[in-house]
């Protein structure tokens, strides 16, 4: 999209991640977006003025006290000039400033006298992201209506590995995308959780227990969703697709691993999941590989039921997502097995498709689903997996207009958001199902 006609005023607060600011700066001058920058002291320390004013063709500013600036009262100007104020990175310390109202610098001034919206990247040590001091002035922010985008998960330039990383710059101008433009981004402000690829239980170290899932479905999916304006949380197993652009990921292995990062992902607006999750798991994987036996016998391996992850976030509670979306990977009596599977589990829809060898759609590059509703069953006729997608993307804005936008929560906050129509007619499904079953199958998208 363009953004010819926008103006950001990006701030940069100190910290190792600012150096993505200058990619930040570029994404956005390519879109044709005007970009002012406000250079904190701390994140002088990390990039120079002039880096930003070449990438942004504007002048840098810095100094509260600039007696040229201020005699035009330029702290004010500042803020109200842009269309959006966008914080990148927002380190530990300007949040806590952003929170309790300070205004000693530039920096904190601004956001303080602004009147226009203000999106936050947050970029820090793990522990620090983690204190309740952050949570709850991240929590405070948001609930005055500061937007968030991030952070994410992975190794950091001290050594640990966790949430704090500061997002992406492709999903940081996703998440500007979507405040500028909202009419064109029908999903801007909601969280969607997307499942993605097969799982890999282990048998020792050297082998496992997989299936033939490339991802391709799944990763589809959380690109639609977030083309449409969606933040996207992709919690996928081992794939060899490309990341989808804007979107955070969760890479995990295990089924066990999977539930864990989907709750940790939670709250939720929306949940597809769409990996294929292993039914089974070895009881007792070794940490030596199995060798053969001078007899040549198979050793004798113990199985037992993986969690069933679908079921479990779909069951009825303050943490469900308003719209739980399922898979289910069929080789015979598609529509059946569907039907019942949306009932048993609990979700909303249900998205089937036909994976016998046959149809060449398990690994493959077309899809051919069943969408499965309260409402009835839909045929959608064979597709490529994106355009699948993008169908299955324009559904859930469409279903998601009749629910209020309940506003952003960041990690760590569980102010529960007023109950949707989606989660009572899933309370009511659940019912009629039998209720939640213990662990099984857990057959999903290829």
Same mark, same amino acid.
């Given at each position: 999209?363009?953004?010819?006609?926008?103006?950001?005023?990006?701030?940069?607060?100190?910290?190792?991640?600012?150096?993505? #600011?200058?990619?930040?700066?570029?994404?956005?001058?390519?879109?044709?977006?005007?970009?002012?920058? /406000?250079?904190?002291?701390?994140?002088?320390?990390?990039? *120079?003025?002039?880096?930003?004013?070449?990438?942004?063709?504007?002048?840098?500013?810095?100094?509260?006290?600039?007696?040229?600036?201020?005699?035009?009262?330029?702290?004010?100007?500042?803020?109200?000039?842009?269309?959006?104020?966008?914080?990148?990175?927002?380190?530990?310390?300007?949040?806590?400033?952003? &929170?309790?109202?300070?205004?000693?610098?530039?920096?904190?001034?601004?956001?303080? &006298?602004?009147?226009?919206?203000?999106?936050?990247?947050?970029?820090?040590?793990?522990?620090?992201?983690?204190?309740?001091?952050? @949570?709850?002035?991240?929590?405070?922010?948001?609930?005055?209506?500061?937007?968030?985008?991030?952070?994410?998960?992975?190794?950091?330039?001290?050594?640990?590995?966790?949430?704090? $990383?500061?997002?992406?710059?492709?999903?940081?101008?996703?998440?500007?995308?979507?405040?500028?433009?909202?009419?064109?981004?029908?999903?801007?402000?909601?969280?969607?959780?997307? *499942?993605?690829?097969?799982?890999?239980?282990?048998?020792?170290?050297?082998?496992?227990? &997989?299936?033939?899932?490339?991802?391709?479905?799944?990763?589809?999916?959380?690109?639609?969703?977030?083309?449409?304006?969606?933040?996207?949380?992709?919690?996928?197993?081992?794939?060899?697709?490309?990341?989808?652009?804007?979107?955070?990921?969760?890479?995990? +292995?295990?089924?066990?691993?999977?539930?864990?990062?989907?709750?940790?992902?939670?709250?939720?607006?929306?949940?597809?999941?769409?990996?294929?999750?292993?039914?089974?798991?070895?009881?007792?994987? *070794?940490?030596?590989?199995?060798?053969?036996?001078?007899?040549?016998?198979?050793?004798?391996? #113990?199985? /037992?039921?993986?969690?069933?992850?679908?079921? *479990?976030?779909?069951?009825?509670?303050?943490?469900?997502?308003?719209?739980?979306?399922?898979?289910?990977?069929?080789?015979?009596?598609?529509?059946?097995?569907?039907?019942?599977?949306?009932?048993?589990?609990?979700?909303?829809?249900?998205?089937?498709?036909?994976? #016998?060898?046959?149809?060449?759609?398990?690994?493959?590059?077309?899809?051919?689903?069943?969408?499965?509703?309260?409402?009835?069953?839909?045929?959608?006729?064979?597709?490529?997996?994106?355009?699948?997608?993008?169908?299955?993307?324009? $559904?859930?804005?469409?279903?998601? @207009? +009749?629910?209020?936008?309940?506003?952003?929560?960041?990690?760590?906050?569980?102010?529960?958001?007023?109950?949707?129509?989606?989660?009572?007619?899933?309370?009511?499904?659940?019912?009629?199902?039998?209720?939640?079953?213990?662990?099984? #199958?857990?057959?999903?998208?290829?």
């Amino acid at each position: 999209m363009t953004l010819s006609t926008k103006h950001v005023l990006l701030i940069i607060a100190g910290g190792i991640a600012a150096f993505k #600011s200058l990619e930040l700066i570029r994404l956005l001058r390519a879109r044709g977006c005007a970009v002012t920058c /406000v250079l904190t002291k701390a994140g002088a320390e990390f990039v *120079t003025p002039l880096s930003l004013q070449a990438l942004s063709e504007n002048r840098v500013y810095a100094d509260l006290f600039s007696l040229t600036d201020e005699s035009e009262m330029g702290h004010i100007q500042l803020s109200r000039s842009a269309d959006l104020v966008v914080v990148a990175p927002a380190s530990a310390d300007l949040l806590a400033k952003m &929170a309790g109202g300070h205004a000693d610098d530039l920096a904190s001034t601004v956001l303080l &006298a602004t009147d226009k919206p203000v999106l936050a990247a947050p970029a820090m040590n793990v522990r620090m992201w983690l204190h309740p001091a952050t @949570q709850a002035n991240v929590a405070t922010l948001a609930k005055r209506g500061v937007h968030f985008v991030g952070p994410d998960e992975g190794a950091m330039a001290c050594h640990e590995y966790g949430p704090g $990383r500061l997002s992406e710059p492709p999903m940081i101008l996703a998440a500007i995308e979507a405040l500028l433009d909202p009419g064109r981004r029908p999903l801007a402000g909601r969280h969607a959780l997307v *499942t993605s690829g097969p799982t890999h239980e282990p048998i020792d170290p050297v082998r496992y227990i &997989a299936n033939r899932s490339s991802g391709r479905q799944g990763h589809a999916i959380a690109a639609a969703l977030a083309e449409l304006g969606a933040r996207v949380t992709l919690v996928s197993g081992p794939v060899a697709m490309p990341d989808p652009p804007g979107v955070a990921i969760r890479r995990i +292995e295990t089924a066990a691993e999977m539930l864990a990062a989907c709750q940790n992902a939670l709250p939720a607006d929306i949940a597809v999941f769409a990996a294929a999750v292993a039914d089974w798991r070895v009881a007792n994987a *070794t940490d030596r590989k199995i060798k053969k036996t001078p007899d040549g016998s198979a050793p004798g391996l #113990s199985l /037992v039921a993986n969690p069933d992850i679908l079921a *479990t976030l779909a069951r009825p509670g303050p943490e469900r997502p308003g719209l739980v979306i399922g898979f289910a990977a069929e080789t015979n009596d598609v529509a059946e097995n569907a039907t019942a599977k949306r009932l048993r589990k609990g979700c909303d829809w249900i998205v089937a498709n036909d994976v #016998s060898p046959e149809t060449g759609i398990m690994g493959g590059v077309e899809n051919a689903v069943l969408l499965v509703t309260a409402g009835g069953i839909e045929t959608w006729p064979r597709l490529a997996k994106e355009e699948v997608a993008k169908r299955l993307a324009a $559904r859930i804005a469409e279903a998601l @207009q +009749e629910t209020p936008h309940p506003g952003p929560l960041p990690q760590g906050e569980r102010e529960k958001k007023s109950p949707l129509p989606l989660r009572a007619r899933a309370a009511e499904q659940t019912e009629v199902g039998g209720g939640v079953r213990p662990p099984g #199958s857990e057959n999903t998208a290829p």
